[in-house]
């Protein structure tokens, strides 16, 4: 076995992460090819209810999920129906209450809050709001994300962080605050945050909710072709249904259930 | 340490983008700095203050009455006693001091107080042998022998201000002390305090004369040495041969003691601790007030950063340097205008008011920490970052 994804993922610098034919080829690709690498998230039995008013709410039952790594897969279901919930169980957000979970090599399942910090550093986050500081500019923004590893000088950083905004189509904005972004560009720099790192995966629910239906697919078409490139597994939670030809899989819940996985 | 010069400075970022919560956090800070500032300069001029004149005694040693707490309300002793430090080979002379209280009237026409009858403090000297260095005590000290002569002094309240002109420009000031009609003979510098709004220098006789004291008493004994002299041995000795009844200190130990009694038993030190105390809560509550208030409105990108993996121990730090970067930005304007106050307030009230090193460690330590309160505080409401929330 030797090492464990993350710290192969550690070891291949990023920007020099060759992804493998076999997960560039889409969303008909065959699940078997991925056979020799780990799954980035596995969820098994996973169960998890809610303390309100003294009493517990269930609102997943039994989830059992495989996210190998490049895939891009959706999240759907109506409203309610317990995926943000899910998706802040995988992005280590919230405790394990029973069942098992595993991402990125690491077990969540009864983890200290100090190793659910340290998993989270290797996800990126893409928000429905894009949650950037208001205070920093859009590469400052950026650079928050590479920050949290070690191993770069600030200009090494900041010459990263301009990559990456560079290769969202923000270039000419990297000195520019939130408030004077559009919503597109603001959600486009979260992106170029998420993945300055090269993470393994991400996890984005409904990022394109405050957009209108044509910058959201601008984003996503970004975000979808920066993931492919990068190899990253992309779990994303959105109710846009013409995106749904980008993705590999389409996973569908209800009422805390998974009812259909394909 | 590296991360401070890799990492960006977001408590640096986030106080300055805000440009008007900077503003009023440092104005905040500049505030309570200089009361305390002001406060604590203040309290120890109230004490120098009472203790100028002891500076000027001439001598090495100086005798008391034990029961005398503080030369301003001192008991005395009758002279005689100092008789047997006389015959101490060591000793060169013996000078003679009386303290005492007088209503000075102002003569007519002069400026505010013209008219008005002030409390003034008295010094009685012995003119052949003057017990007080002040400026212009050995040149005026044989005029002094003349009856009911006094010597004004310039440092006095401002009030008095007309009195010491007029006596420049070389007219006569008649003034009134105890009804008694005086004359100013010349002038000399000794410093107003809190509790003395001026002073006057006069001879034993005269002193007499306007008080009624008894003679052949005296309220401190100033003892010069002959040069070769060992004060601490001299001291020793004397105090052997003078007994229970009498108590011989250094002119330091001497001040010091007056100094510490003041420290003790006036309200000076509770009346201004406590305006420092209100300077320290009232820069505490804004600082407070700007770090909670940026804290509650960056709470969804606080639970962001949490969020993509940076630890609590992160945040709270950045929400201490801006603490911390409160107080240098706060103190530094605040001494500033702290020394234009001194300057005021030396001139309007003649207390001895300066900024000093080790008052001013004082203050920037009372602002750090002032601050590093308030960032603990507004710590608090970090808690309410849950990373779970973000999405
Ligand atoms: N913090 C919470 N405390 C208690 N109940 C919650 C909490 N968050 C969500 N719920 C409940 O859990 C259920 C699942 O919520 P969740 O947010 O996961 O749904 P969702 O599928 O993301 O919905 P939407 O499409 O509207 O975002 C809902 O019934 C919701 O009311
Ligand atoms: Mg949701």
Request: aromatic content about 8%; some cysteine; glycine content about 8%.
């Amino acid at each position: 076995m030797g090492q464990s994804p993350v710290t192969n993922f550690m070891a291949a610098r990023p920007g020099s992460f060759d992804p493998p034919a076999s997960i560039r080829a889409g969303r008909n690709g065959d699940r078997r090819r991925f056979d020799a690498a780990d799954p980035a998230v596995t969820v098994r039995n996973l169960d998890f209810s809610y303390e309100e008013a003294g009493a517990m709410k269930q609102v997943l039952f039994d989830i059992d999920l495989d996210i190998w790594p490049g895939e891009i897969v959706l999240l759907t279901g109506p409203s309610g129906c317990g995926k943000t919930t899910l998706l802040s169980l995988i992005g280590g957000l919230r405790t394990v209450q029973s069942g098992e979970l595993t991402v990125l090599g690491h077990s969540l399942h009864g983890s200290p809050a100090g190793e659910l910090v340290e998993v989270r550093r290797h996800i990126g986050f893409i928000f429905q709001m894009h949650n950037l500081m208001e205070f920093l500019t859009a590469r400052q923004n950026v650079q928050m994300t590479l920050q949290l590893h070690p191993g770069l000088t600030r200009a090494e950083m900041e010459e990263r962080a301009n990559q990456a905004l560079d290769e969202v189509g923000l270039g000419h904005r990297r000195a520019a605050y939130p408030a004077n972004m559009s919503g597109g560009q603001k959600q486009r720099v979260s992106i170029a945050r998420a993945l300055v790192n090269h993470p393994r995966l991400v996890l984005a629910d409904e990022p394109t909710s405050a957009l209108d239906s044509k910058t959201g697919h601008e984003v996503i078409d970004i975000l979808v072709r920066l993931a492919r490139e990068q190899g990253c597994a992309i779990l994303m939670v959105t109710h846009d249904t013409r995106i749904s030809d980008m993705a590999d899989r389409i996973i569908a819940m209800e009422d805390g259930h998974i009812i259909s996985d394909e | 340490m590296t991360f401070l010069f890799r990492d960006l400075p977001i408590a640096w970022l986030s106080l300055s983008h805000g440009r008007t919560k900077l503003i009023a956090a440092v104005i905040g800070v500049v505030f309570a700095d200089l009361l305390m500032w002001m406060q604590l300069g203040f309290m120890t001029a109230a004490i120098q203050g009472a203790t100028f004149i002891h500076n000027l005694l001439v001598g090495d040693l100086v005798v008391v009455n034990p029961q005398s707490e503080i030369l301003m309300q001192a008991k005395p002793f009758p002279r005689v006693y100092l008789a047997r430090a006389l015959s101490h080979p060591d000793v060169a002379t013996i000078s003679l001091l009386r303290v005492g209280g007088v209503a000075w009237k102002n003569p007519p026409g002069l400026g505010t107080a013209s008219g008005e009858k002030r409390n003034l403090t008295i010094y009685s000297i012995e003119p052949h042998s003057p017990a007080i260095a002040a400026p212009g005590v050995e040149e005026y000290a044989t005029q002094l022998t003349a009856a009911d002569t006094v010597l004004f002094d310039r440092l006095s309240r401002p009030e008095f201000a007309p009195v010491i002109a007029k006596y420049e420009s070389g007219e006569p000031v008649e003034a009134e002390i105890n009804g008694r009609q005086v004359r100013v003979v010349g002038s000399t510098a000794i410093g107003a305090s809190f509790q003395v709004d001026g002073n006057l220098i006069t001879s034993d006789l005269n002193f007499q004369r306007f008080t009624n004291r008894p003679p052949g008493s005296a309220d401190a004994g100033i003892i010069r040495l002959r040069p070769e002299a060992d004060p601490a041995q001299v001291k020793a000795e004397l105090q052997k041969s003078l007994g229970k009844d009498l108590l011989v200190l250094t002119k330091s130990e001497y001040i010091a003691r007056d100094r510490s009694y003041l420290s003790r038993r006036s309200p000076v030190n509770f009346i201004f601790g406590l305006g420092t105390a209100v300077g320290f809560l009232v820069g505490f509550a804004i600082v407070y007030q700007v770090l909670f208030t940026d804290v509650s409105n960056n709470l969804p990108q606080f639970a962001t950063l949490k969020a993509i993996g940076y630890s609590d121990g992160y945040l709270q730090q950045v929400v201490l340097q801006e603490a911390i970067i409160l107080s240098i930005f706060g103190f530094l304007p605040g001494t500033i205008l702290a020394s234009g106050l001194y300057t005021a307030a030396r001139a309007a009230t003649r207390l001895p008011m300066s900024l000093t090193w080790d008052r001013g460690l004082l203050v920037f330590g009372l602002t750090v920490v002032m601050c590093s309160l308030s960032g603990l505080l507004a710590i608090r409401k970090l808690r309410q970052a849950d990373p779970a929330d973000v999405f």
